[in-house]
């Protein structure tokens, strides 16, 4: 059974960065799919990137610009660095493959 866990998150500044990182048990990481989903405190789940493979990654929405995403298939792992963080990036951010998700993890930008 595949499972997901996310981690990274944290409070930071206005302008700081972080990187999350997904890391997946119970099968190889490999060349398949992995999405974030960003999911703010009133509104739905929303995709901010979707990793293809080691060099491949494509972003969307108002992070877009502001990410690079990464992959470590030595550790099963798949990270998300965000940049030049702002007020409106909160939210709890998910990463889904394998029709699997994980239990998400806090991003809260403060000054």
């Known amino acids: 059974q595949v499972r997901l866990v996310e981690s990274g998150g944290g409070l930071v500044q206005p302008g700081e960065s972080l990187t999350l990182s997904c890391e997946v048990f119970?099968?190889?990481?490999?060349?398949?799919?992995v999405n974030w989903y960003r999911q703010p405190l009133t509104t739905g789940r929303e995709l901010v990137a979707r990793?293809?493979?080691?060099?491949?990654?494509l972003y969307v929405g108002p992070l877009k610009g502001r990410m690079i995403g990464s992959r470590d298939n030595l550790r099963n792992r798949v990270n998300l660095q965000i940049n030049s963080l702002k007020v409106e990036d909160i939210g709890v951010y998910f990463c889904?493959?394998?029709?699997?998700w994980g239990q998400g993890t806090q991003v809260t930008v403060s000054s």
């Open positions: 889904n493959a394998f029709d699997v």
């Open positions: 990793s293809f493979s080691r060099d491949r990654t």
């Open positions: 119970g099968s190889a990481l490999g060349d398949n799919t």
